[in-house]
């Protein structure tokens, strides 16, 4: 869930955020966004993003999201995808 972004989300079925595709969207989350991108360019080694990607679809894949989680097959098939 958007975590410290209030009433985006209300209530436990509820697969996209209420401002998804609004102008909000980005401005309520624009400094993790930023902070992520930076980390992918500047910080992170191939091990340190294939350990956020990993986190991430042991979290959430196969729950209903924005992201498209089928897209990959596993784990395995994001790791040899390119970045």
Do not use: C
């Not at 609004?22 to 992170?44: D, P, T, V």
């Not at 979290?59 to 790791?79: G, P, R």
């Amino acid at each position: 869930m958007d975590q410290g972004i209030s009433d985006v989300f209300r209530g436990p079925f509820q697969a996209f955020p209420l401002d998804l595709h609004s102008a909000e969207f980005y401005q309520n989350r624009q400094e993790k966004i930023e902070e992520m991108l930076h980390n992918l360019r500047y910080a992170w080694s191939l091990v340190d993003a294939y350990s956020v990607i990993e986190r991430n679809w042991n979290n959430n894949a196969n729950k209903l999201s924005v992201v498209v989680w089928n897209t990959f097959h596993s784990l395995e098939h994001v790791k040899v995808s390119p970045l």
